[in-house]
C-alpha cells in the first residue's frame, strides 16, 4: 500500500461558493504531521454517475480514498447510494451509529426520527467510525486490491472528528514507518518572488555542494503573501516564505542549506 490518499471533496454547494471548503487543509495538514501525503484534492457535484466516475478514478492512482459529504437525511445526500452502486453493496443500518445517535438525541430531549435514523445508514461491509460531534458516522470500506476507502460528513467539526478519532490513528497503525519532513523556514520582505530566483541562480557555485548533500530528497517552496501597501515598510516587494523540507536523516544538511540560504538573503530576511 503506497502512502498517498486522494480527498473527493462532493457537494454542489462548495462549487456554487455558498460554502467554503476547507477539508483539504485540514487533512493535507494532519497527513503532514505523520509524514504521509495528500496527493490529490477533487471537488464534484452531487451526482450517482460523476461520484462513481470520480471514486474509481482515484483507486487508479492510489490505494487510499477519502469520500466527504452526501451523508445527511435529505433528498441530495446521495453519497451512500452512489457508492453502493460502484461496489456491488447493500445499504445497511449501523447498530452502533444509531445507538450513539439515540444518545445524543436523548440528551437534548429530541426523539430520533426515520429521516434523522438515515444518518446512521452505511456500506454493508464498512466499519462504522462512531462522530463524536454529529449524528452521521464516518465509514472505513476494505475493497479487494490492498484499497482503502473512508467516507466521511462534510461539516468541517464532524470531518475533523472522524479525522482525528478514527482516520489518523489508522494510518499511523498501517504506516509505521512514516515520519514527518524535517522543515525549515525562511520569510523574506522586500525583494519579489522572482527576484529571489535570480539571486539563487547568481549564487549557483555557492549552492551546489548544498543541493548536492540533499540531491533529490529536498523540498523546497515558495509561497508569497500578498503585499499591504500600507503596512510594508519603505523597501516593499511584500513577503515570501521559503520552506525547505528533508528527511530526518539530512537534518545536518538540511541546516546548511537553510544557513546557506540565510547568509545570500540577509538583507531581506524578515523573521
Same mark, same amino acid.
Given at each position: 500500500?503506497?502512502?498517498?490518499?486522494?480527498?473527493?471533496?462532493?457537494?454542489?454547494?462548495?462549487?456554487?461558493?455558498?460554502?467554503?471548503?476547507?477539508?483539504?487543509?485540514?487533512l493535507?495538514?494532519?497527513?503532514?504531521?505523520?509524514?504521509?501525503?495528500?496527493?490529490?484534492?477533487?471537488?464534484?457535484?452531487?451526482?450517482?454517475?460523476?461520484?462513481q466516475?470520480?471514486?474509481?478514478?482515484?483507486?487508479?492512482?492510489?490505494?487510499?480514498?477519502?469520500?466527504?459529504?452526501?451523508?445527511?437525511?435529505?433528498?441530495?445526500d446521495i453519497?451512500?447510494?452512489?457508492?453502493a452502486?460502484?461496489f456491488?453493496?447493500?445499504?445497511?443500518?449501523?447498530?452502533?451509529a444509531?445507538?450513539?445517535?439515540?444518545? /445524543?438525541?436523548?440528551?437534548?430531549g429530541?426523539?430520533?426520527?426515520?429521516?434523522?435514523? /438515515?444518518?446512521?445508514?452505511?456500506?454493508?461491509?464498512?466499519?462504522?467510525?462512531?462522530?463524536s460531534?454529529?449524528?452521521?458516522?464516518?465509514?472505513?470500506l476494505?475493497?479487494?486490491?490492498?484499497?482503502?476507502?473512508?467516507?466521511?460528513?462534510?461539516?468541517?467539526?464532524?470531518?475533523?472528528?472522524?479525522?482525528?478519532?478514527?482516520?489518523?490513528?489508522?494510518?499511523?497503525?498501517?504506516?509505521?514507518?512514516?515520519?514527518?519532513?524535517?522543515? /525549515?523556514?525562511?520569510?523574506?520582505?522586500?525583494?519579489?518572488?522572482s527576484?529571489?530566483?535570480?539571486?539563487?541562480?547568481?549564487?549557483?557555485?555557492?549552492?551546489?555542494?548544498?543541493l /548536492?548533500?540533499?540531491?533529490?530528497?529536498?523540498?523546497?517552496?515558495?509561497?508569497?503573501?500578498?503585499?499591504?501597501?500600507?503596512k510594508?515598510?519603505?523597501?516593499?516587494?511584500?513577503?515570501v516564505?521559503?520552506?525547505?523540507?528533508?528527511?530526518?536523516?539530512?537534518?545536518?544538511?538540511?541546516?546548511?542549506?537553510?544557513?546557506?540560504?540565510?547568509?545570500?538573503?540577509?538583507?531581506?530576511?524578515?523573521?
Amino acid at each position: 500500500m503506497n502512502p498517498f490518499l486522494e480527498l473527493i471533496s462532493i457537494g454542489t454547494e462548495l462549487l456554487s461558493g455558498r460554502t467554503l471548503n476547507s477539508h483539504a487543509q485540514t487533512l493535507g495538514a494532519a497527513l503532514t504531521k505523520i509524514g504521509l501525503c495528500l496527493s490529490r484534492d477533487t471537488t464534484i457535484p452531487d451526482g450517482v454517475e460523476i461520484i462513481q466516475s470520480a471514486v474509481s478514478e482515484s483507486f487508479e492512482r492510489v490505494d487510499i480514498v477519502v469520500v466527504s459529504g452526501g451523508l445527511g437525511p435529505t433528498v441530495d445526500d446521495i453519497t451512500r447510494d452512489a457508492l453502493a452502486g460502484l461496489f456491488g453493496r447493500k445499504i445497511v443500518m449501523s447498530a452502533s451509529a444509531l445507538e450513539e445517535m439515540k444518545k /445524543r438525541y436523548a440528551a437534548r430531549g429530541r426523539e430520533v426520527t426515520p429521516a434523522a435514523e /438515515r444518518q446512521a445508514l452505511i456500506l454493508e461491509g464498512a466499519e462504522t467510525l462512531i462522530n463524536s460531534v454529529g449524528a452521521a458516522p464516518g465509514e472505513r470500506l476494505t475493497l479487494p486490491e490492498n484499497k482503502t476507502l473512508f467516507v466521511v460528513p462534510g461539516p468541517p467539526g464532524e470531518f475533523a472528528a472522524v479525522l482525528n478519532d478514527h482516520i489518523v490513528p489508522w494510518l499511523q497503525k498501517t504506516f509505521p514507518e512514516a515520519e514527518p519532513l524535517d522543515e /525549515r523556514v525562511l520569510t523574506t520582505q522586500g525583494i519579489g518572488e522572482s527576484d529571489i530566483v535570480t539571486l539563487l541562480e547568481k549564487e549557483t557555485l555557492r549552492c551546489l555542494p548544498v543541493l /548536492r548533500g540533499l540531491e533529490g530528497e529536498l523540498s523546497i517552496g515558495f509561497y508569497p503573501e500578498c503585499a499591504c501597501p500600507a503596512k510594508l515598510k519603505e523597501r516593499s516587494g511584500g513577503k515570501v516564505e521559503i520552506r525547505l523540507s528533508a528527511p530526518k536523516e539530512k537534518s545536518d544538511a538540511l541546516n546548511i542549506a537553510e544557513s546557506t540560504l540565510r547568509e545570500l538573503l540577509h538583507d531581506y530576511l524578515a523573521d
